[in-house]
C-alpha cells in the first residue's frame, strides 16, 4: 500500500520590476493585460501549478515599477536563482524579475509593507529619449513654491481630495513621511514616501502642486484643496507615463530562516 508522500507548501516573495505602457496596470483585469496576468502564467508554466500572485499594491494603467514584490506559495524552490533565469527567459523584455526568496509563513507582501515610494519624472526641454517615460512642461516652473506646498502635505493626514471618485477603500488617511521636488540631471523628480497610497493619489498631487509652480495656485489654495476632502478641487491627474513605484520596505522579521 503506497503511502501518499505529504508535501510542504512554502511561502515565497518576488522582486520584480516593469515598464508599465503596454498594460492595464498590476491587478488582473477581465478584458485587458496587466502585469499579475504575464507573471502568474509565467510561473505556472515553470513550477507546473497554477501559481497565485498576491501583489503589495496595485498600479494604475501605464505606470511604471522599478521595484514590487508579490508573494505566493508553492513546494520548496531549490534553486532560486535558477528559477529567476528561466523567469527572465520566458518573459517579455518589459517585465524583470530580480530575486526569490522564501518568507515566513504570515507574510503578506501588501499589509506588511511598512512604506512605498513613488518618483515622478518631469522634463522640460524637448527630449526624444523621454516623451514615453515622463512628462513634458514647457513652460517655467517655480521649484521653490512647489517644494513650499509638498511640505504642506507632511501636515496632514486625510487625502480624500486626492482619490480617485468612487474607489472602494475604507479610508483616506495616509502617513506622508517625505515629498519633495529635485532637479537631477535634466530632469525633475518628485519623490513622495508614504506608509500607503489611493488610488490616483500620486498622479492628482502632482498634477496640484504643477499648478503652484506654474502660478495658477498659492499655497493658501493647496490648504483649502486639502480641507475640503473634494478630487474636483484638486489638480487633474498627470500623465502615467512619468510615475515609477521606486521602493517598498518590509521589516526583516519576515524572511524565513527555514534551511
Known sequence: M??????????????????????????????????????????STL??????????????????AKMMFAHF???????????????????PDDIAVQRIFEVTPN?????????????YLIYQEKN?????SAHYVKLPLNIEKMNE?????LHYKD????????????TYLCDIKQAEWAQKDNLLVFTITANRFLRNMVRAIVGT?????????????????????????AGVSVPAKGLYLTKINYPDTIISTHG
Open 73 to 91: 506559495e508553492t513546494a520548496e524552490i531549490t534553486d532560486a536563482k535558477d528559477l529567476v533565469y528561466r523567469l527572465n527567459a520566458l518573459l
Open 209 to 233: 502642486l504643477l499648478d503652484v509652480g506654474l502660478g495658477k495656485r498659492s499655497l493658501v489654495d493647496v490648504k483649502a484643496v486639502l480641507n475640503s476632502k473634494d478630487r474636483s478641487k
Open 107 to 119: 507574510a503578506h507582501a501588501r499589509f506588511d509593507a511598512t512604506d512605498r515610494t513613488y518618483e
Open 47 to 64: 513550477i507546473r501549478e497554477k501559481i497565485e500572485l498576491v501583489g503589495a499594491g496595485r498600479t494604475d494603467a501605464g505606470v511604471h
Open 159 to 170: 487625502f480624500e481630495c486626492f482619490s480617485k471618485s468612487n474607489t472602494d477603500v475604507h
Open 149 to 153: 506646498a509638498a511640505a504642506i502635505l
Open 2 to 43: 503506497k503511502v501518499a508522500k505529504l508535501i510542504i507548501r512554502l511561502k515565497y516573495f518576488v522582486q520584480f520590476s516593469y515598464h508599465g505602457k503596454a498594460y492595464h496596470g498590476w491587478q488582473n483585469q477581465p478584458n485587458a493585460i496587466t502585469v499579475q496576468q504575464i507573471l502568474e502564467e509565467a510561473f
Open 128 to 132: 526624444p529619449f523621454y516623451f514615453d
